[in-house]
């Protein structure tokens, strides 16, 4: 079984190679995680066991939760963090094509907030 914090280690470096070249990027601590910001949003969060919260617009949640190993994030147990939180399962983001995909979206959605496009 792989340690837990080795594989969100993992995903960390992995975020870090898809999202520094981003303007003002920088990972905070929270709640055991490592979350992404760029300018000053939260794009994602690389979580223990290197599964992935992303922060994705919520008028596409229903599109990206339907995507495999996609699921409503919670924030414990029957307390889903609405929509355009998504938890993607560790197992479906070993290939950097498919995280990529994911980072994507949740950036598509970063731009369109920081633009003004789309109000938090």
Do not use: Y
């Not at 981003?22 to 490592?34: A, C, L, Q, W």
């Not at 910001?37 to 990206?64: E, I, Q, W």
């Amino acid at each position: 079984m792989t340690d837990p914090r080795a594989a969100q280690t993992e995903l960390v470096a992995r975020l870090h190679g898809l999202l520094d070249d981003e303007p003002t990027t920088r990972v905070i601590p929270m709640f055991g995680s490592r979350a992404f910001m760029v300018r000053d949003k939260m794009v994602c969060c690389a979580l223990k066991g290197g599964h992935l919260l992303a922060h994705v617009d919520p008028d596409d949640d229903a599109k990206f939760s339907g995507k495999p190993g996609a699921s409503p994030a919670e924030m414990g147990p029957g307390r889903e963090m609405g929509p355009g939180w998504i938890q993607v399962a560790a197992e479906v983001i070993t290939e950097d094509s498919r995280l990529r995909f994911w980072v994507d979206a949740c950036m598509a959605f970063n731009r369109a907030q920081t633009s003004g496009l789309k109000q938090p």
